[in-house]
């Protein structure tokens, strides 16, 4: 039993490290000359699936599974609760992980939801979430080309005659882009392979992440109340 939770813990731990590197890709992508929400990708991605769900809170469920190789630390009563009740915590951060990334899936990156591409416009609320049954999971944002390709042309109000000025090079590379013009630096196509990758890499991890756990939840109940119970006959545990 030990070397079987010794195997969980090192799985969980291997999962925990993907999850965070997950997440963290579209993040690192935000950032681009010394700021921050730039070229956001997601909403999502702030909502911290794989840092915080399968990350944060799946890591003292492996570190107490791993503590099964020092020894008989972990074959006793209070070891096995331990390891059940965190493997639990761990189930819940799995199906937030899990949750977030299928919602991120089914509307589709910033590109393809907001005119402005901007973070401004995202709403972060749990009622998002709890509309997962409502959804229909298609991914008809991945699949369409016009998704994002016009995401720099203006919207013009009818009816406005609109006067267009040549401009000379020097104009264009010598001056600055206003801040509030949200003219993202990443290629349509990029935003759309990154987000599909992270955030169905997380899906994956997180299922991967409750199949462990409830492995583990039944390894620590069943090490609990049966491996104490043989050691009660023989004297107190």
Not at 59 to 77: D, E, F, H, V, Y
Not at 135 to 150: A, P, S, V
Not at 220 to 237: A, H, K, L, T
Request: hydrophobic fraction near 45%; glycine fraction near 6%.
């Amino acid at each position: 039993m030990p070397c079987f939770t010794l195997f969980n813990g090192s799985c969980l731990l291997a999962l925990t490290i993907l999850a965070i590197i997950l997440n963290l890709i579209p993040l690192f992508m935000d950032y681009h000359d010394g700021h921050l929400f730039r070229n956001s990708i997601s909403c999502y991605e702030w909502w911290l699936p794989g840092v915080l769900g399968g990350g944060i809170l799946v890591i003292p469920a492996a570190s107490m599974s791993l503590a099964a190789r020092k020894g008989q630390k972990c074959n006793t009563r209070t070891g096995f609760l331990l390891s059940a009740l965190f493997s639990l915590i761990s189930v819940v951060g799995a199906f937030y992980c899990a949750s977030v990334s299928l919602c991120s899936l089914v509307k589709g990156p910033l590109i393809c939801n907001t005119a402005s591409h901007s973070v401004d416009n995202c709403t972060f609320s749990m009622e998002d979430i709890s509309s997962l049954s409502k959804l229909r999971f298609e991914l008809k944002w991945f699949l369409e080309d016009e998704c994002g390709i016009n995401q720099t042309e203006p919207t013009l109000l009818p009816n406005i005659n609109v006067t267009r000025v040549p401009i000379n090079e020097s104009q264009v590379y010598g001056t600055k882009a206003e801040p509030n013009a949200q003219i993202s630096e990443i290629p349509a196509e990029l935003q759309k392979t990154i987000h599909v990758v992270t955030f169905t890499g997380l899906l994956l991890v997180a299922i991967l992440e409750v199949i462990v756990s409830a492995m583990q939840i039944i390894v620590g109940i069943y090490g609990c109340f049966c491996r104490s119970s043989r050691r009660n006959d023989s004297g107190p545990v």
